[in-house]
């Protein structure tokens, strides 16, 4: 059988001792460098390089995992695999790393636990009958490991959160579950505010109700539509956005408890850090408050919380339910605010966001990665981290609505997996929205046993 070894030349050793075994046992293998040229196609010399390899063997490490090379040259395979029914690619683990998730589908071999019984175990393989080996359900399989590789990640949250390295970063899916309108319901309920009003002010043979007609026929940009709010809704803007996201009288939801328990002060461990927040809503510090847990939302540079109280930075702006809104109140929200984030790589939040990320583990839940700052800001810290880990998490739902196993479907996580990672995120999937909390308690609970352990 031809076997081709893909590996980080920091991994050669290792490469050349399993390539030695299966030489032993019969095999045609090959494991040098791709030998790819600045301005080469990467998928395409890949497609040529491995089209007659029977198997396909990926070496996972430390160094991989910080290679961004190596990670491109290992999904451009799993590119390269998408339409094949065959069970051609065996990633082997040679440190205890997390297995990514477009990989997750393939049967994996640990080196790590076991370097004896795992290359007997990979001899093994290659021994069985191919349609033997690809007789379990690649669901069945993707499940499984999965759901090993989502329980490595919680327990390295859980010990974030002891150790009080854990910040949660919350974005517009956070609170939509407990009825803050969702962005686009919120700019369509803002539009027809600011129609109304000009068909008023101007005589204008429109009303509220043409909201939908007019976003559906111009399809203005979120940020574009922004800029017309604020400006027509002149200083009725925030008092107008802040009627919007209360209109429903949102109070709580599953996640946003699981959140608060969270949050609360641990027995054997430190507390949480901090929470990011890019809401304006103040659901979070409602419930924080219904728990008795101490907090302080901090909007701006002059806020300070006191030790033993939970900051709540809330980088995009801060618009309570009730009481007045905070003096020269700036909430990030159309595109000159957006611009004067990039200006001021100095201002607050900008600072706040970076300091987080090179310090803490961060979490990220309720967010699409869309936002152009947040995306400059993550590719800051990843730069400057020396190791280039991927040692801050996004759970994401899955593509598919379906489970099917559409190369289509596949295609998408393994592209949303792609940029996250490049990112320095790694990613934890779910199927449904409900699992999100769940994960959450779980970190909880583990992180309370963590000091037991």
């Given at each position: 059988?031809?076997?081709?070894?893909?590996?980080?030349?920091?991994?050669?050793?290792?490469?050349?001792?399993?390539?030695?075994?299966?030489?032993?046992?019969?095999?045609?293998?090959?494991?040098?460098?791709?030998?790819?040229?600045?301005?080469?196609?990467?998928?395409?010399?890949?497609?040529?390089?491995?089209?007659?390899?029977?198997?396909?063997?990926?070496?996972?490490?430390?160094?991989?995992?910080?290679?961004?090379?190596?990670?491109?040259?290992?999904?451009?395979?799993?590119?390269?695999?998408?339409?094949?029914?065959?069970?051609?690619?065996?990633?082997?683990?040679?440190?205890?790393?997390?297995?990514?998730?477009?990989?997750?589908?393939?049967?994996?071999?640990?080196?790590?636990?076991?370097?004896?019984?795992?290359?007997?175990?990979?001899?093994?393989?290659?021994?069985?009958?191919?349609?033997?080996?690809?007789?379990?359900?690649?669901?069945?399989?993707?499940?499984?490991?999965?759901?090993?590789?989502?329980?490595?990640?919680?327990?390295?949250?859980?010990?974030?959160?002891?150790?009080?390295?854990?910040?949660?970063?919350?974005?517009?899916?956070?609170?939509?579950?407990?009825?803050?309108?969702?962005?686009?319901?919120?700019?369509?309920?803002?539009?027809?505010?600011?129609?109304?009003?000009?068909?008023?002010?101007?005589?204008?043979?429109?009303?509220?109700?043409?909201?939908?007609?007019?976003?559906?026929?111009?399809?203005?940009?979120?940020?574009?539509?922004?800029?017309?709010?604020?400006?027509?809704?002149?200083?009725?803007?925030?008092?107008?956005?802040?009627?919007?996201?209360?209109?429903?009288?949102?109070?709580?939801?599953?996640?946003?408890?699981?959140?608060?328990?969270?949050?609360?002060?641990?027995?054997?461990?430190?507390?949480?850090?901090?929470?990011?927040?890019?809401?304006?809503?103040?659901?979070?510090?409602?419930?924080?408050?219904?728990?008795?847990?101490?907090?302080?939302?901090?909007?701006?540079?002059?806020?300070?919380?006191?030790?033993?109280?939970?900051?709540?930075?809330?980088?995009?702006?801060?618009?309570?339910?009730?009481?007045?809104?905070?003096?020269?109140?700036?909430?990030?929200?159309?595109?000159?605010?957006?611009?004067?984030?990039?200006?001021?790589?100095?201002?607050?939040?900008?600072?706040?966001?970076?300091?987080?990320?090179?310090?803490?583990?961060?979490?990220?839940?309720?967010?699409?990665?869309?936002?152009?700052?947040?995306?400059?800001?993550?590719?800051?810290?990843?730069?400057?981290?020396?190791?280039?880990?991927?040692n801050h998490f996004i759970i994401k739902k899955t593509p598919s609505n379906t489970q099917s196993e559409a190369t289509m479907d596949k295609l998408a996580l393994l592209l949303e997996e792609q940029d996250a990672n490049e990112l320095g995120l790694s990613v934890i999937?779910?199927?449904?929205?409900?699992?999100?909390?769940?994960?959450?308690?779980?970190i909880a609970i583990k992180s309370g046993s963590t000091q037991k352990s």
């Amino acid at each position: 059988m031809k076997i081709y070894i893909s590996y980080t030349h920091l991994d050669k050793e290792q490469a050349a001792l399993i390539a030695d075994k299966l030489k032993e046992a019969g095999h045609d293998v090959t494991f040098d460098s791709w030998n790819i040229k600045h301005g080469d196609n990467l998928i395409k010399k890949i497609s040529r390089t491995i089209k007659s390899a029977d198997a396909l063997i990926l070496l996972l490490s430390r160094n991989s995992e910080q290679s961004k090379w190596v990670m491109h040259e290992f999904s451009a395979i799993a590119f390269n695999d998408l339409s094949s029914q065959e069970q051609r690619i065996i990633p082997v683990l040679i440190d205890k790393v997390a297995i990514p998730s477009y990989l997750s589908q393939y049967m994996y071999i640990d080196l790590y636990s076991d370097h004896e019984h795992g290359i007997r175990k990979l001899i093994e393989f290659f021994e069985k009958d191919r349609n033997e080996v690809t007789q379990q359900s690649s669901k069945e399989i993707h499940r499984e490991q999965q759901a090993k590789t989502r329980e490595n990640k919680i327990i390295e949250l859980a010990k974030a959160l002891h150790d009080g390295r854990l910040t949660l970063v919350s974005g517009s899916g956070v609170t939509v579950d407990a009825g803050v309108p969702s962005w686009n319901d919120l700019l369509l309920q803002l539009l027809g505010t600011m129609i109304t009003r000009m068909s008023t002010d101007h005589a204008l043979p429109m009303s509220g109700a043409d909201a939908n007609k007019f976003h559906s026929r111009y399809s203005p940009s979120s940020l574009v539509v922004g800029t017309y709010l604020k400006i027509n809704l002149g200083n009725d803007f925030l008092k107008e956005l802040r009627d919007a996201l209360y209109c429903s009288n949102p109070q709580s939801s599953d996640l946003l408890d699981a959140i608060v328990d969270l949050s609360r002060p641990q027995r054997d461990g430190k507390p949480l850090d901090s929470i990011i927040t890019f809401n304006f809503d103040a659901l979070l510090e409602e419930n924080l408050e219904k728990q008795n847990i101490a907090h302080r939302a901090i909007y701006g540079e002059g806020v300070r919380n006191s030790p033993n109280e939970l900051p709540v930075y809330h980088v995009h702006g801060f618009l309570p339910r009730k009481g007045p809104i905070p003096e020269n109140m700036e909430v990030v929200f159309s595109e000159d605010a957006y611009h004067n984030q990039f200006i001021d790589p100095f201002s607050w939040s900008n600072l706040i966001q970076l300091n987080k990320l090179g310090q803490n583990t961060c979490l990220f839940i309720g967010l699409s990665l869309t936002d152009p700052n947040l995306r400059r800001l993550l590719d800051v810290a990843i730069r400057k981290n020396p190791e280039k880990t991927l040692n801050h998490f996004i759970i994401k739902k899955t593509p598919s609505n379906t489970q099917s196993e559409a190369t289509m479907d596949k295609l998408a996580l393994l592209l949303e997996e792609q940029d996250a990672n490049e990112l320095g995120l790694s990613v934890i999937w779910v199927d449904e929205f409900h699992e999100i909390p769940v994960i959450l308690n779980s970190i909880a609970i583990k992180s309370g046993s963590t000091q037991k352990s």
